[in-house]
């Protein structure tokens, strides 16, 4: 947006004079479609992020031959898939402007509760059920404590990550133990191959894991198919239902919504009542995945951190009043391609956060460039 | 204190009117040491225009808020078409009939213009809980219009407008509802002169089609007797003046509070000396 010395001052992002030769209505006529189609996807509020992730993707597939694979499609899934399912709940709270730290927390209490409720004697499906209840009973203290109370709600959900690690490690008194129905089991079978014309019969091992866990996080793409229904979900209900206009409108002015006659305590309420539920989901997925539940307050705040920076990333903002699900899980992907594709790189393990946190520096400033760009394609 | 005398003149009988569609009764209300309504009673009859006057922290806006189920004062009634009239919410007052122009207009920056609107009153296609935003967007052309405020996309956020077509969206919200008694708290504060006068005519048609009962706020003496029936004025928490405009005039408005501020000053430097 260089102008041109001695020339008035232009607005920032109006379009610049057409360059001598031809007149303006001609070069635009000649990039039209192209043009079109990069403006539809800058004017989406997501349209940036989609940008650094795709350069992002590029790098590492040039870099590495081994990033365009389906075999590095598989591995991706889990570095991405469950943070953006926390991510979409968590954005509904930080539209609000609030924020929720204990989603960590309540995604690693979860697992241990559904434990406990499936080795008492409780079918697997009701004991999801009832443990997922049991997280939104801790998003409802969660709200309580924000809405009616009126505690900030970085210091009511610290309070309450902290409660429920500390119940996670008196739980399971420090040690992990073995995700119901979620053992991979092996049997031997017989598979008849011909060699040099001679049927010959060799044993081979396969791998089996109960339909429950195939759904709940043990198959390749079940956190996948999670994440994409979760995801599409809620970005519907927040942009097509009233949940999603008051939740805007509480986020942008809440006096102003209250006036208007718009339940503030109970929006907020409703959402923080959401995300712990999304974030025991995906507690319980990957214990289902990883085949035990670990007590590991530690990795437990590494997801939170992530999950938030997944909704940030995504265009979610910190002062509330607007964010997008899509998004958060845009934002997601973009971590998750980070870190798999500095893996890929042979980034020495000791390096690999050292490097992470540089990249997520250095995009993130490619990303305020794309969005400005953007701006200026959105005026002109 | 020593204008213990001035609640007891004013609660003296409340004036009223046979085809009155809201009557407040001795309201009084307290914010911590803060009085902000000691002893207040109006009454707005069908089609009328009723202004309310008062010197800056004299409990106006304070009074709309109770009327319109914001606040809940601390004493006194509300008689609604005659009947007792006790408001939980804004959704109560709503369901009455009552809607209400906010002096901070209680837009929502984020959210595009038609979608402020329709704000709790949102068409959704049932039985599915969906918005239906065309059904809206065509709906709230219609209502600016006939309003005859310019606002020439009504997709974007309020955000991007300027302050006096925020006022007129605040003020259509209002218009465009089923209600038949209007708050108006400063519908003129942030506009221009021209956005100003199309404000005032649009007062001026709905009370020649006098289906609507308006109690509005206003600071300028001028627009008060142009626009309204009736004024009623607060000073230190009661209501000081309550008559007709065609009996009062500038000068007599301007008298009074010359007064008030005579009498705050001996007040002072008696407390001072």
Same mark, same amino acid.
């Given at each position: 947006?260089a102008n041109v010395a001695g020339e008035p001052a232009a607005a920032p992002g109006q379009p610049t004079p057409p360059a001598a030769g031809g007149p303006a209505?001609?070069?635009?006529?000649?990039?039209?479609?192209?043009?079109?189609?990069?403006?539809?996807?800058?004017?989406?509020?997501?349209?940036?992020?989609?940008?650094?992730?795709?350069?992002?993707?590029?790098?590492?597939?040039?870099?590495?031959?081994?990033?365009?694979?389906?075999?590095?499609?598989?591995?991706?899934?889990?570095?991405?898939?469950?943070?953006?399912?926390?991510?979409?709940?968590?954005?509904?709270?930080?539209?609000?402007?609030?924020?929720?730290?204990?989603?960590?927390?309540?995604?690693?209490?979860?697992?241990?509760?559904?434990?406990?409720?499936?080795?008492?004697?409780?079918?697997?499906?009701?004991?999801?059920?009832?443990?997922?209840?049991?997280?939104?009973?801790?998003?409802?203290?969660?709200?309580?404590?924000?809405?009616?109370?009126?505690?900030?709600?970085?210091?009511?959900?610290?309070?309450?990550?902290?409660?429920?690690?500390?119940?996670?490690?008196?739980?399971?008194?420090?040690?992990?133990?073995?995700?119901?129905?979620?053992?991979?089991?092996?049997?031997?079978?017989?598979?008849?191959?011909?060699?040099?014309?001679?049927?010959?019969?060799?044993?081979?091992?396969?791998?089996?894991?109960? $339909?429950?866990?195939?759904?709940?996080? +043990?198959?390749?793409?079940?956190? !996948? %198919?999670? @994440? #994409?229904?979760?995801? /599409?979900?809620?970005?519907?209900?927040?942009?097509?239902?009233?949940?999603?206009?008051?939740?805007?409108?509480?986020?942008?002015?809440?006096?102003?919504?209250?006036?208007?006659?718009?339940?503030?305590?109970?929006?907020?309420?409703?959402?923080?009542?959401?995300?712990?539920?999304?974030?025991?989901?995906?507690?319980?997925?990957?214990?289902?995945?990883?085949?035990?539940?670990?007590?590991?307050?530690?990795?437990?705040?590494?997801?939170?951190?992530?999950?938030?920076?997944?909704?940030?990333?995504?265009? $979610?903002?910190?002062?509330?009043?607007? +964010?997008?699900?899509?998004?958060? !899980? %845009?934002? @997601? #992907?973009?971590?998750? /391609?980070?870190?798999?594709?500095?893996?890929?790189?042979?980034?020495?393990?000791?390096?690999?956060?050292?490097?992470?946190?540089?990249?997520?520096?250095?995009?993130?400033?490619?990303?305020?460039?794309?969005?400005?760009?953007?701006?200026?394609?959105?005026?002109? | 204190?020593?204008?213990?005398?001035?609640?007891?003149?004013?609660?003296?009988?409340?004036?009223?009117?046979?085809?009155?569609?809201?009557?407040?009764?001795?309201?009084?209300?307290?914010?911590?040491?803060?009085?902000?309504?000691?002893?207040?009673?109006?009454?707005?009859?069908?089609?009328?225009?009723?202004?309310?006057?008062?010197?800056?922290?004299?409990?106006?806006?304070?009074?709309?808020?109770?009327?319109?189920?914001?606040?809940?004062?601390?004493?006194?009634?509300?008689?609604?078409?005659?009947?007792?009239?006790?408001?939980?919410?804004?959704?109560?007052?709503?369901?009455?009939?009552?809607?209400?122009?906010?002096?901070?207009?209680?837009?929502?920056?984020?959210?595009?213009?038609?979608?402020?609107?329709?704000?709790?009153?949102?068409?959704?296609?049932?039985?599915?809980?969906?918005?239906?935003?065309?059904?809206?967007?065509?709906?709230?052309?219609?209502?600016?219009?006939?309003?005859?405020?310019?606002?020439?996309?009504?997709?974007?956020?309020?955000?991007?407008?300027?302050?006096?077509?925020?006022?007129?969206?605040?003020?259509?919200?209002?218009?465009?509802?089923?209600?038949?008694?209007?708050?108006?708290?400063?519908?003129?504060?942030?506009?221009?002169?021209?956005?100003?006068?199309?404000?005032?005519?649009?007062?001026?048609?709905?009370?020649?089609?006098?289906?609507?009962?308006?109690?509005?706020?206003?600071?300028?003496?001028?627009?008060?007797?142009?626009?309204?029936?009736?004024?009623?004025?607060?000073?230190?928490?009661?209501?000081?003046?309550?008559?007709?405009?065609?009996e009062t005039s500038v000068e007599e408005l301007t008298e009074i509070v010359v007064n008030e501020y005579r009498r705050a000053r001996q007040r002072a430097q008696?407390?001072?000396?």
């Amino acid at each position: 947006m260089a102008n041109v010395a001695g020339e008035p001052a232009a607005a920032p992002g109006q379009p610049t004079p057409p360059a001598a030769g031809g007149p303006a209505h001609a070069r635009r006529g000649l990039l039209s479609p192209r043009g079109e189609l990069a403006q539809r996807v800058l004017a989406l509020r997501e349209g940036s992020i989609i940008v650094v992730t795709l350069l992002v993707a590029l790098y590492f597939s040039l870099q590495t031959s081994t990033f365009l694979t389906s075999a590095n499609f598989k591995t991706l899934l889990p570095y991405f898939a469950p943070f953006a399912i926390m991510a979409a709940g968590v954005v509904f709270v930080m539209i609000l402007g609030e924020i929720d730290l204990s989603i960590g927390a309540t995604y690693l209490v979860t697992p241990f509760l559904f434990y406990k409720l499936a080795t008492a004697g409780l079918p697997l499906v009701p004991a999801v059920v009832l443990a997922l209840i049991a997280c939104m009973a801790v998003g409802l203290v969660n709200g309580f404590f924000v809405a009616i109370v009126g505690i900030s709600s970085f210091v009511a959900t610290l309070g309450m990550l902290f409660t429920l690690e500390g119940l996670s490690l008196i739980v399971s008194h420090g040690t992990p133990v073995n995700t119901p129905a979620s053992q991979v089991s092996q049997t031997t079978r017989y598979v008849t191959h011909v060699v040099n014309g001679v049927h010959v019969q060799l044993p081979e091992t396969v791998n089996h894991i109960s $339909t429950f866990a195939r759904i709940f996080g +043990g198959g390749t793409y079940s956190e !996948l %198919i999670w @994440a #994409l229904a979760v995801v /599409i979900v809620l970005q519907i209900v927040l942009t097509f239902t009233r949940w999603g206009l008051y939740t805007v409108a509480v986020g942008s002015n809440k006096l102003g919504a209250a006036e208007a006659g718009v339940r503030v305590r109970l929006v907020t309420i409703r959402n923080f009542i959401l995300c712990a539920t999304t974030a025991g989901l995906v507690g319980i997925l990957e214990a289902v995945r990883a085949g035990s539940v670990q007590p590991d307050p530690a990795g437990a705040n590494e997801i939170l951190l992530k999950v938030i920076a997944a909704a940030v990333i995504g265009g $979610t903002l910190m002062t509330g009043g607007s +964010g997008t699900v899509v998004g958060a !899980l %845009i934002g @997601a #992907l973009f971590l998750g /391609i980070l870190n798999d594709g500095l893996i890929l790189q042979g980034v020495n393990a000791n390096y690999l956060l050292f490097y992470l946190g540089l990249a997520i520096i250095l995009a993130m400033t490619l990303n305020v460039y794309v969005q400005r760009a953007r701006r200026g394609v959105g005026r002109g | 204190m020593a204008e213990a005398t001035i609640p007891r003149q004013a609660s003296a009988p409340v004036s009223t009117a046979p085809d009155d569609v809201l009557r407040v009764e001795h309201v009084a209300k307290r914010f911590g040491p803060v009085t902000a309504l000691r002893d207040v009673s109006l009454h707005l009859r069908k089609g009328e225009v009723l202004g309310l006057l008062g010197d800056n922290g004299a409990g106006k806006s304070t009074l709309i808020k109770i009327i319109c189920g914001f606040q809940k004062q601390d004493s006194g009634r509300m008689f609604l078409h005659g009947r007792p009239y006790a408001p939980r919410s804004v959704d109560d007052a709503r369901a009455g009939g009552i809607e209400t122009v906010y002096q901070d207009l209680a837009l929502i920056d984020e959210l595009s213009v038609y979608h402020n609107l329709f704000l709790r009153r949102e068409h959704v296609h049932r039985p599915l809980p969906f918005l239906a935003n065309r059904r809206m967007k065509l709906a709230a052309r219609q209502a600016l219009d006939e309003i005859g405020i310019n606002i020439p996309r009504i997709d974007v956020a309020v955000a991007r407008l300027s302050g006096g077509q925020r006022q007129a969206i605040a003020v259509a919200r209002t218009v465009n509802s089923q209600a038949d008694i209007l708050l108006l708290d400063e519908p003129l504060a942030a506009m221009g002169a021209k956005e100003g006068s199309m404000i005032l005519d649009l007062v001026a048609r709905l009370k020649h089609e006098g289906r609507v009962s308006i109690l509005m706020i206003l600071h300028n003496y001028v627009h008060v007797l142009e626009a309204c029936d009736r004024v009623s004025m607060i000073e230190n928490g009661v209501i000081a003046l309550d008559k007709p405009t065609a009996e009062t005039s500038v000068e007599e408005l301007t008298e009074i509070v010359v007064n008030e501020y005579r009498r705050a000053r001996q007040r002072a430097q008696g407390g001072g000396g």
